[in-house]
């Protein structure tokens, strides 16, 4: 069974920090590049940091640039993002998903084959 199951998300404060996790099983997950993607109410989904099969490249959206790291461990079949000081702004539903070895990072939604069900990140100010 196709799984991706992420964690970590919470309340926090403006300027604090969180890491998400995103646990894969039922498939090959070294062989796909892993995004994470946030969707703030009322906005459509986001890529805000995607890493490649290999974790040789990364990507980050401008508005994450420098707070974000995006990570994997193959060994683990899990992808993390480490979000520092964080802003209210910030504040969404975050998922993680797969696309099969694409030949670049693809920032559409649509790119990606597996999704987890999304974890809540919300930032008091």
């Known amino acids: 069974q196709v799984q991706l199951v992420e964690s970590g998300g919470g309340l926090v404060q403006a300027g604090d920090s969180l890491r998400l996790s995103c646990a894969a099983s039922g498939w090959t997950f070294s062989s796909y590049a892993m995004g994470w993607f946030r969707q703030a109410p009322g906005k459509g989904r986001e890529l805000v940091a995607a890493?490649?099969?290999?974790?040789?490249?990364?990507y980050y959206s401008d508005s994450v640039k420098g707070r974000f790291t995006i990570s994997r461990d193959n060994a683990k079949n899990t992808v993390y993002l480490q979000m520092n000081s964080l802003k209210p702004e910030d504040t969404a539903v975050y998922y993680c998903?797969?696309?099969?070895?694409?030949?670049?990072?693809?920032?559409?939604?649509?790119?990606?084959?597996?999704w987890g069900q999304g974890t809540q990140v919300t930032v008091s100010s």
């Open positions: 998903a797969a696309d099969y070895k694409p030949p670049r990072i693809r920032p559409s939604p649509g790119s990606y084959e597996y």
């Open positions: 890493i490649s099969w290999s974790g040789g490249t990364t």
